[in-house]
């Protein structure tokens, strides 16, 4: 019931700086637990930004201070700010969901934050630093 679309991907040299944007359709009804995350090649994929049941930011430490995630809940678009970007940044980024309430009623007792148990997740943007 939730797609998921991100843009906004890009080359930036380092210390630069790229907004990522994910966009969310989803019935009016519904509430989902939302985070970003990438995958650089050969690597796991890795949690970056991420929000709690209660609407808090989490981030993974190799971000925090640089990145910043929010939610437009009118326009339903998920963003993620990222500044004093380093190569090491460079992969393929995704937002993903999961249902966390249909109309009153809690689905999951909380959000899986930076754990990649989401069940939906968007195409993907690529974002390149280079030094």
């Known amino acids: 019931q939730v797609q998921l679309k991100e843009v906004g991907g890009g080359s930036v040299q380092a210390d630069g700086s790229l907004t990522l944007s994910c966009v969310v359709s989803?019935?009016?009804?519904?509430?989902?637990?939302l985070g970003w995350f990438r995958q650089a090649p050969g690597k796991e994929r890795e949690g970056v930004a991420a929000?709690?049941?209660?609407?808090?930011?989490i981030y993974a430490d190799s971000v925090a201070g640089r990145f910043t995630i929010s939610q437009d809940n009118a326009k339903n678009i998920l963003s993620l700010q990222m500044n004093n970007l380093k190569p090491e940044d460079t992969a393929m980024y995704s937002c993903?969901?999961?249902?966390?309430?249909?109309?009153?009623?809690?689905?999951?007792?909380?959000?899986?934050?930076?754990?990649?148990?989401?069940?939906?997740w968007g195409q993907g943007t690529q974002v390149t630093v280079s030094s």
């Open positions: 989803k019935p009016p009804y519904n509430r989902y637990c």
């Open positions: 993903a969901a999961e249902l966390l309430m249909s109309y009153s009623d809690w689905i999951l007792p909380h959000c899986p934050a930076l754990t990649p148990k989401y069940n939906t």
């Open positions: 929000f709690d049941r209660s609407g808090n930011a």
